[in-house]
């Protein structure tokens, strides 16, 4: 099960490498299998290690992005796993997520690349394969530590064609939109909740159809070449504004700190009222039916006596 998603692709991939597009093209290209090399070590270019501080914000606000993106994806794969919500194990594995994720940034850093995160695909495909063991995880970094050594390998994955991947890439994040849903409706939704979540939904969906919606009238970022220190700062809030899971993130903090909690009396109250009417009711229904058997029992009792006069008369 675990291998069904491999199997899928490699399906696409030998579909693709027999056909060919409108235009007469094929699909799949060897060139880079062919141009790769067939090993490849991590240390046989080095960078001085620096510090640029217009760099410095927009960094920041990626590791945050980040962090808010891992929380995310950890919290429906703790979910998909058949976690328990609350309990101590899915506290820790939350726990761990973020930690394994700091980690790994930290480690991106010295390699002199952007944050890393995590995938939000393996929330789908543990979802439909049911596999969340972590021996599958071990084996799973062990291969791609192998095929990043390999060049032959990581050239040929890179050679899948787009239509397969992104067909997989679209079947998988839908299926984490389920989960995300899944994970919003777990517990009970009352009305400042509901609130909360349509607004946010709104202004991160806004976000992601159209990225320029908060940055295009106010920011001109390359307008300060002559500051890089504000031009950093510019950067920063441009990324943030422009990312649609942040936007949503901010915005539900937001009206989370300032819409005060629901009156849990007033609904109290009216649950209480709405019972006592039930019991009235139930009260009222009871004594009706306690007439009815009565009249009930009347009847019987006098045919009875009808029918002890006829046999006494007879």
Same mark, same amino acid.
């Given at each position: ?31 880079? *299998? ?24 927009? +960094? ?7 962090? *808010? ?36 940034? #930290? ?53 899948? =064609?787009? !239509?397969?991947?992104?067909?997989? +890439?679209?079947?998988? #994040? ?14 009970? *939704? ?20 159209? =990225? ?9 970022? !390359? ?35 300032? *819409? ?49 006069e006829e046999a006494q008369e007879a």
């Open positions: 099960r675990s291998c069904s998603f491999a199997i899928a692709v490699l399906f696409g991939y030998m579909i693709a490498s027999f056909t060919v597009d409108r235009n007469g093209d094929k699909y799949t290209n060897r060139d880079a *299998i062919q141009d790769a090399p067939a090993i490849l070590f991590l240390w046989t270019k080095t960078f001085p290690i620096g510090f640029y501080a217009p760099a410095l914000i927009p +960094t920041l606000v990626g590791y945050v992005v980040s962090t *808010i993106e891992t929380y995310g994806d950890t919290t429906a794969t703790a979910q998909a796993s058949g976690m328990i919500e609350g309990s101590q194990t899915y506290d820790e594995a939350i726990q761990g997520g973020l930690l394994g994720d700091s980690v790994n940034s #930290f480690i991106s850093a010295l390699g002199m690349v952007l944050p890393s995160t995590t995938l939000s695909q393996n929330i789908g495909i543990i979802s439909l394969t049911k596999v969340a063991s972590r021996t599958a995880g071990y084996a799973c970094g062990l291969w791609m530590l192998l095929y990043g050594i390999f060049g032959k390998v990581g050239a040929f994955f890179t050679s899948i =064609p787009q !239509p397969v991947l992104g067909g997989m +890439t679209t079947f998988l #994040f839908a299926n984490m939109t389920v989960s995300g849903i899944k994970v919003m409706t777990s517990e009970a *939704i009352d009305r400042r909740e509901r609130f909360i979540l349509a607004v946010s939904a709104s202004f991160g969906l806004g976000t992601i159809l159209v =990225p320029q919606l908060f940055t295009a009238n106010f920011l001109d970022c !390359p307008g300060m070449d002559d500051r890089p220190g504000l031009q950093g700062l510019c950067n920063a809030v441009e990324i943030t504004l422009s990312t649609g899971y942040a936007v949503g993130c901010l915005v539900a903090l937001f009206l989370n700190g300032i *819409i005060p909690a629901d009156d849990e009396d007033d609904v109290v109250m009216e649950k209480t009222d709405d019972a006592g009417s039930t019991d009235h009711l139930l009260s009222e229904r009871s004594l009706d039916e306690d007439e009815v058997g009565k009249g009930k029992a009347k009847e019987l009792s006098s045919d009875d006596e009808e029918r002890d």
